[in-house]
């Protein structure tokens, strides 16, 4: 499954941006979530959220971000409010999906925000 990405972008510190990731499909979806990796670092899970909207988010995010989804479209948001520069980095879209028992990855492209001081 195609996962696509939206929304990164340039932005001053302080400031918001939204990212937004289609997922084609929510059948035996376990969790959908956000990942970040900066230059010469691991990739690391931003926020995630689960079939009954459970949400997981990194400390460096809590209170700042927001992940939510609408089943309807099938799509996963990410809101990013009060950006800092060490949350620049690519931005990559995940969903995990019960597959037959096992859990299956699938990513996005991934979408790159660059926050500037």
């Known amino acids: 499954v195609q996962l696509q990405a939206s929304g990164g972008g340039l932005v001053q510190a302080g400031g918001s941006l939204r990212l937004s990731c289609s997922v084609g499909?929510?059948?035996?979806?376990?969790?959908m979530g956000w990942y970040r990796q900066a230059p010469g670092k691991q990739r690391e899970l931003v926020a995630n959220?689960?079939?009954?909207?459970?949400?997981t988010y990194a400390e460096s995010v809590k209170g700042r971000f927001t992940i939510s989804r609408d089943n309807a479209e099938n799509t996963v948001y990410l809101q990013m409010n009060s950006l800092k520069p060490e949350d620049t980095a690519v931005y990559y879209c995940?969903?995990?999906?019960?597959?037959?028992?096992?859990?299956?990855?699938?990513w996005g492209q991934g979408t790159q925000v660059t926050v500037s001081s």
């Open positions: 995940n969903v995990v999906r019960n597959v037959f028992g096992h859990s299956s990855n699938s």
């Open positions: 499909s929510i059948i035996n979806v376990r969790t």
């Open positions: 959220i689960d079939r009954i909207g459970s949400t």
